[in-house]
Structures are given as structure tokens and as C-alpha cells.
T-cell receptor, first 112, second 113 residues
Framework: DQQVKQNSPSLSVQEGRISILNCDYT??????FLWYKKYPAEGPTFLIS?????DKNEDGRFTVFLNKSAKHLSLHIVPSQPGDSAVYFC???????????FGTGTRLKVLA | DTAVSQTPKYLVTQMGNDKSIKCEQN?????MYWYKQDSKKFLKIMFS???????INETVPNRFSPKSPDKAHLNLHINSLELGDSAVYFC????????????FGQGTRLTVV
């Protein structure tokens, strides 16, 4: 049973436009959420995180929004750049088990 | 200077063999992890150690055994390798076990033939 879901396996966006990647979760006990970026043949790289006590966190071109009532988070990248083309994973921290549970990833392609 | 390094990067071996993957982190973190990314690209936790103590032990075959000789190292030993063990294995570390980002190694692609 997948507790963290990324329903869009892929997304294409024009350079300079906004990329919006979505993530849904089922466990309301999750208290910390993270986004990772992964290039082929490399390990995931941490991008940005958000605690469940916040609804927004911003770092440069990257903003994460958390809607606890909907159990939904999203990652906004503005403006998108070709170097942003990668697979993006969202992850949730389960405070009861110490686990980070990952979504299945969304492949973002930014077109020049 | 690599923060989380794992060796080897590629490992091709025959069924039935025993192999180890090594992981070292130089970040001074207390917590280390092993993740498996299967053919469907799911990243699943296998094990986690905090200060050399096992805190996560997922339902994996007991052919898989982690060993943490010190806080900076977490090795993964696999006995009697099977075809289904073929995957990419990622080591990671974090400051602590909760609410902090994990830093990943580059991965080890294991192919069992």
C-alpha cells in the first residue's frame, strides 16, 4: 500500500515557465516532508523540506506548499531551467517508525 | 570530497554468491540507511542505524545483513544472491533519525546473473 503517491509519472514544461510537481499522502501522522531530485546514475539530492507546522517553504526558485487537510504537497519551480530536468521524488517522515517513505517519482523535462 | 560514498558502483555476480557493499559518510551524522530501488523505481527503506544501533529493520530476507562498525560506516552483506536481488542499492545518512534531510550516496547497481 503506497502511502506516498506521485500520480504524474512525467511532466514537460517550457524553459522559463513554472513547473508544478504534486504529491499526495495517506498518513496524517507524517510530520516532515522532503523533495529530492535525481539524475540518472546518481543518488537522490535533497532539494527542500517542510515541517507539518508550516504550509509553505521557499528556497530560491523552489517553493514547497503543504495542504494538510488535503494531505497534499506540491513543489513549484520558477523559472524552470533545462538543468532542472530530472526525476523528482517526494518523501514523508513517519515519526513513529523513523522511516522516510518515498513516492514513485515524477520525471520532469524542461524544454529549451 | 564525497559526503556519502559507497563501493562498488557496479557489481555483477552469479547467483548463489555472497557479496558486500560498503558505505562511508564523512558528515559526522548519527544515522545511516540502506535503500533499495527496484525495477519499478520504488525507493524502499531496508535498514537504518542510529549511533550504531539498528532502528529500522524492514521485512527483507535474512540473507541481507547490515553491519555498522562505527557511526561513519554501514555495510550491507548479502548471502546466497538471487536474481530478484538485482536492483540499485543506495546508502544514505542524516543528522538524526527524524525530521532532517538524508544525504544519499551514488548508488550501487547490483546485477545477479
Amino acid at each position: 500500500d503506497q502511502q506516498v503517491k506521485q500520480n504524474s509519472p512525467s511532466l514537460s514544461v517550457q524553459e522559463g515557465r513554472i513547473s508544478i510537481l504534486n504529491c499526495d499522502y495517506t498518513n496524517s501522522m507524517f510530520d516532515y516532508f522532503l523533495w529530492y531530485k535525481k539524475y540518472p546514475a546518481e543518488g537522490p539530492t535533497f532539494l527542500i523540506s517542510i515541517s507539518s507546522i508550516k504550509d509553505k517553504n521557499e528556497d530560491g526558485r523552489f517553493t514547497v506548499f503543504l495542504n494538510k487537510s488535503a494531505k497534499h504537497l506540491s513543489l513549484h519551480i520558477v523559472p524552470s531551467q533545462p538543468g532542472d530536468s530530472a526525476v523528482y521524488f517526494c518523501a514523508a517522515s513517519d515519526p513513529g517508525t523513523y522511516k522516510y517513505i518515498f513516492g514513485t517519482g515524477t520525471r520532469l523535462k524542461v524544454l529549451a | 570530497d564525497t559526503a556519502v560514498s559507497q563501493t562498488p558502483k557496479y557489481l555483477v555476480t552469479q547467483m548463489g554468491n555472497d557479496k558486500s557493499i560498503k558505505c562511508e559518510q564523512n558528515l559526522g551524522h548519527d544515522t545511516m540507511y540502506w535503500y533499495k530501488q527496484d525495477s519499478k523505481k520504488f525507493l524502499k527503506i531496508m535498514f537504518s542505524y542510529n549511533n550504531k544501533e539498528l532502528i529500522i529493520n524492514e521485512t527483507v530476507p535474512n540473507r541481507f545483513s547490515p553491519k555498522s562498525p562505527d557511526k561513519a560506516h554501514l555495510n550491507l552483506h548479502i548471502n546466497s544472491l538471487e536474481l530478484g536481488d538485482s536492483a540499485v542499492y543506495f546508502c544514505a545518512s542524516s543528522l538524526g533519525p527524524k525530521n532532517t534531510e538524508a544525504f544519499f550516496g551514488q548508488g550501487t547497481r547490483l546485477t545477479v546473473v
